[in-house]
């Protein structure tokens, strides 16, 4: 990367991974409000390969050519008019506005209220897993649902990236925590801190966790269908984050909203506080420099990825070369890899 342009991963039309192109293209500029981000690490999400593939046009219907990715952290090298209470240099983790360009990049524009500045000691590949899986989990569990210790929480898909964080947050307030996953995750979802593992494959969840103050749902479908009938009558039970039978669940005592995520920065920097505390240990996943990126990005993307395959992988996180990269199943740092 020069002062002038940088390497990006964008799409020209929707389609699979075929579409992916590693450009070379100018370094944006922060408008008011915004500010720039060398990016140090950068997740790749689900909602990434639906937007490559144009599942949500109706929703974010794309200009092309168009750099995905949701979130990033990284350092901050320039300011937009109006920003505050963010410095240049300052390590910052946040979220893209997914109507423009987003993170898959070596720099990127994030809105000054969706970052938050990185508690010290807190790596930027552990505070990318605070962004959108955190807040997937942060918001509905805590400024939602106002989790309270006591009560019994079932967590959808504990081992995935939203679930393997809210597992933890859910625990860390004080609650009885259930969580579905496959056999092969059992362990994991315990070591976070799930009182009870429940196999989705062998197991009826309904039967199993009973009556439940919280239902956490990443799944929707026939999950988001049966799991409010295990509410009590008159309890505030289920707050079931997915494409949810909103009017369903209301009709049982419920509550079913889609998650959005708020112009508040207090929400992005409470949770990444939390992970900064260390007692919310974030979920490991693969890393890729940019540049090897190149075969492991598309296959992520169509979850043909071995390791996403099985679920032991809960989040791909993409490194990019200007402050570290890591080679995959490396644990060792290396400088300059691309």
């Known amino acids: 990367m020069t002062a002038q342009d940088m390497r990006a991963w964008r799409i020209h039309r929707y389609g699979g991974a075929e579409v992916l192109a590693l450009d070379r293209v100018a370094v944006p500029v922060p408008g008011p409000g915004e500010i720039l981000v060398r990016v140090a690490a950068a997740s790749v999400n689900p909602i990434d390969w639906k937007m490559r593939a144009g599942h949500l046009r109706d929703v974010f219907p794309l200009a092309f050519p168009r750099v995905l990715g949701r979130d990033c952290a990284g350092a901050v090298i320039a300011l937009g008019a109006g920003v505050t209470g963010i410095g240049h240099g300052q390590a910052v983790a946040g979220v893209a506005d997914p109507a423009n360009d987003g993170t898959?990049?070596?720099?990127?524009?994030?809105?000054?209220?969706?970052?938050?500045?990185?508690?010290?000691?807190?790596?930027?590949?552990?505070?990318?897993?605070?962004?959108?899986?955190?807040?997937?989990?942060?918001?509905?569990?805590?400024?939602?649902?106002?989790?309270?210790?006591?009560?019994?929480?079932?967590?959808h898909g504990g081992a995935g990236g939203v679930g393997n964080v809210a597992v933890q947050i859910a625990r860390h307030l004080g609650a009885e925590v259930l969580a579905t996953c496959s056999a092969a995750n059992r362990d994991h979802c315990l070591a976070l801190g799930a009182a009870r593992v429940i196999d989705y494959a062998a197991e009826d969840f309904v039967a199993v966790a009973g009556p439940c103050d919280v239902v956490l749902d990443t799944a929707g479908g026939a999950v988001h269908a049966r799991s409010p009938?295990?509410?009590?009558?008159?309890?505030?039970?289920?707050?079931?984050?997915?494409r949810p039978g909103a009017g369903r669940s209301r009709a049982r005592g419920c509550h079913g909203d889609p998650l959005a995520y708020p112009a508040d920065p207090g929400t992005a920097r409470a949770a990444v506080r939390l992970g900064g505390s260390g007692r919310n240990p974030t979920p490991?996943?693969?890393?890729f420099s940019l540049r090897g990126s190149s075969s492991s990005l598309p296959r992520v993307?169509?979850?043909?990825?071995?390791?996403?395959?099985?679920?032991?992988?809960?989040?791909?996180?993409?490194?990019?070369?200007?402050?570290?990269?890591?080679?995959?199943?490396?644990?060792?740092?290396?400088?300059?890899d691309c």
Not at 284 to 287: A, C, T
């Open 104 to 155: 898959h990049a070596e720099c990127a524009i994030l809105p000054a209220a969706q970052a938050a500045p990185l508690p010290a000691g807190l790596a930027p590949a552990a505070a990318v897993c605070l962004c959108v899986s955190g807040l997937s989990a942060y918001i509905p569990l805590v400024e939602d649902a106002r989790v309270r210790p006591g009560q019994r929480v079932l967590v």
């Open 229 to 242: 009938r295990r509410a009590p009558a008159g309890r505030r039970s289920c707050r079931a984050r997915c």
């Open 284 to 287: 490991g996943g693969d890393h």
């Open 301 to 336: 993307g169509d979850r043909t990825c071995p390791g996403k395959a099985d679920r032991r992988v809960r989040l791909i996180v993409v490194f990019f070369p200007n402050w570290l990269s890591l080679r995959r199943n490396s644990s060792s740092v290396h400088e300059g």
